[in-house]
């Protein structure tokens, strides 16, 4: 068994406005939110905020690194909710609880139910997923 339900995994992240811009253009999202500050400034959010897709794949990624040291890993399903904005500046948190571990005869492998979420400096959760992965010896 590759995972335990109750398994706890964690990663801190700074944000920074040029990431935050460069990750924008990046996915073509030219939202100016994201890169034009005197916009973002007169908009709800006083400022520049990252892209939803940003922390998500962030998060994301946290659940395939974290597995893929010990096993081969392939994600099946994700479900994300975004509560608030991530800003420059902010040392965010990215974690991932294991929920549930089912044997899946059929795909060979574990499937693992995860719960995840984003919270900001204050622990104020901005994004928050649940998630299924398959783990096995080999994929």
Not at 43 to 49: A, K, P, V
Not at 83 to 95: E, I, S
Request: negative net charge; proline residues 4%; aromatic residues 8%.
């Amino acid at each position: 068994m590759y995972a335990r339900i109750g398994e706890i995994f964690e990663h801190t992240e700074i944000m920074d406005e040029e990431t935050i811009s460069e990750f924008a253009h990046l996915i073509g999202d030219l939202n100016p939110l994201h890169h034009d500050r005197p916009a973002a400034e007169a908009s709800r959010f006083g400022g520049i905020i990252a892209s939803g897709p940003h922390c998500a794949s962030i998060l994301l990624a946290q659940a395939a690194n974290y597995f893929s040291e010990r096993t081969s890993m392939v994600g099946l399903e994700f479900s994300l909710k975004f509560k608030g904005p991530a800003r420059p500046g902010d040392v965010l948190l990215f974690r991932w609880e294991v929920m549930d571990v089912v044997w899946n005869e059929k795909l060979g492998g574990d499937i693992v139910s995860l719960a995840g979420y984003v919270s900001d400096s204050t622990g104020t959760e901005i994004l928050t997923s649940q998630g299924k992965i398959l783990v096995s010896e080999s994929l």
